[in-house]
Each structure stands twice: as C-alpha cells, then as structure tokens.
C-alpha cells in the first residue's frame, strides 16, 4: 500500500503541474579547484534526504559541477562535457540556460581544472539565495538563512590551509556555522576527483563521501573524511607500489601512517614499502607495531612474498614466532 506521506507528496506534485515537479533542493554548496595538485571538487550540505546522490557532479582533470535548488541533473555531465571542450564557465552558464524554461529556479556552480569558475542563482529561487565566485571557487545556496551564509563559505575556503577537500570542508562547517539551511540539517557529501587516483589507480574518486540522513551531517561528514583521506594517500602508495615505482610510494605511505597510527594494516603496508626502498630497519619497526596492532598478520606476515627480503633476518623470525 502507498503510504498517506507519499500519497500526499503525488498530489502536490500533480498540483504543481508540468514544469514544476522537482522538489526543491535547498541546499549550500561549494565548487573548487586546487590546480597545483591536480584536484576538482564539490561538496554540500542540505535539509533533503540524500543531496550527495543529486547536486555534485566531478571529472578528474575537467573540472566540477554542483546543480540544486530545482536541480536539473543533466546540467552536470552536460556541464562536465562542455568543460572537456574547452567552453569556459561563464559560457557554460549560457549554454545550459538556454531554452530552460525554468531557469529562474535553477542554481548551480561551476570550476575548471585551472580555476575559472561560475554561480548562477535564478530569480525564483526561495530566499535567501545567491552566490559568490572567485578564482578556483564558487559557493552557492538557496533558502538559506541569509546571505551571510555564502559570505562565510567564501572566507572559510579562502583563509584554511591544508588539502582541497580540508578547504571544502571547512566552508562547509563556516556555513553552518551563519544558519545553513534554514530549515535544518540532514545530509552532506564532499567528492575530490583526480585522475588516477581512485582504488587500484583506474579511476579518478580520491574522495567520495556522503552522510544521507544524520541528525548531525557535519560531524559524521568530519568522521568520514579523516578516513578517506587517509585512504586517498594509501591508495596513492599503492598504486605507485604496484607499478614498482617504490620511491614514488614511500612519502604517501608515510603520510597515510601519520594520519592512521593506529591502523594495522596501515602499518603492514608501511613495512613492505619501506623495505622496497631497502630500509630494513624501518620495515621491521612498522612490522612490529602492526603486530601489536594485530597479532593475526603474522601468518600473512610469514608467507608474503612481499616480506621475503627479511625471511634471514632475526627480528623477523622473532616477531613472527618462527
């Protein structure tokens, strides 16, 4: 049977007639760039179940795209693939708005991989609503609590130091922080795309995270990207591990232990890459701690074929119980 809740929601949707269906989604967001380290992303916030599945849209090396308030999901892979054409932003806000008959309740943000970047707030948009846009971002929102939202965004992304997605972030949180939503809160996602970068190296999600329905987004969105990025730096290592490129791996596996000391198998795959780069001592020091960690990587430890180099060594006999 259809619930009373969704019988409701077909009959104000058959209210609002042709061209007016999509339900809103209000929402902030924030489109950037690091070209320096080869990175695009999006990340948002909303009082809607989900907003990651909707608004952020990205391509490794082309740029990103958010699209809300009325979201016309086609105007990210459309947006995406104009970029790859090398149409600018401000072009691409023209291109997509033509013959939309419901552009004034459309918003979206664009940025190229070199930073140029757009925002565009139609004028039926529910207040408060607007943007702002500069060099490698632009933040956007609708039925926010005012324009300080966006003003708060901005100053966030500008003045943190630290990753892309740390930046992202913490425009997200400052926008929080002036009132947000002005209806609440209850999903966020933050995506980081660069080529190459993904599991294994095959595609171009370094980060990909989203909260769908939390009473508190931020915090969990926080949570979730300690973690990724951890992963993103691990998936880097390995990646350069694979492809035998030992010197390549060492420094981002050394950074992704710094982020997750207390990680296992973090520490395993320290041990290994260390040793590729013929620092036997050091491999046997994140062995051993690893080891502590989890006692049951010894029986791993003993027939990885990676670890053979230390088969004579009798730190290794020891810790592994031979």
Known sequence: MISRTRLLLLFLLLLAGPGQAEPAVATFSIVAADPGAGEVGVAVASRFFSVGSVVPFGEGGVGAVATQASADVSFGPRGLELLARGVRPDEITTILLRDDEAAGRRQFGIVAIDGASATYTGDDCGPWAGGRSGPNYAVQ??????????????????????????????????????????????????????????????????????????????????????????????????????AKDYAAALAPMERTATLAPDTAEVLYDLAVIRLANENTDGAIAALESALVLNPKLKQQASEDGDMAALREDSRFSALIGN
């Open 141 to 242: 929102g609708n039925i926010l609590t005012g324009e300080d939202v966006v003003a708060a965004m901005e100053k966030a992304f500008l003045e943190t130091t630290g990753t892309l997605a740390d930046r992202m972030f913490a425009a997200l949180v400052a926008g929080d922080a002036q009132g947000g939503d002005s209806r609440g809160k209850q999903s966020a996602a933050l995506v980081v795309r660069k080529p190459g970068t993904g599991y294994g190296g095959k595609n171009d999600r370094a980060i990909d995270i989203r909260v769908d329905d939390h009473t508190e987004p931020f915090t969990e969105l926080g949570r979730l990207l300690d973690h990724a990025q951890m992963n993103y730096s691990w998936n880097e290592a390995w990646t350069a591990f694979i």
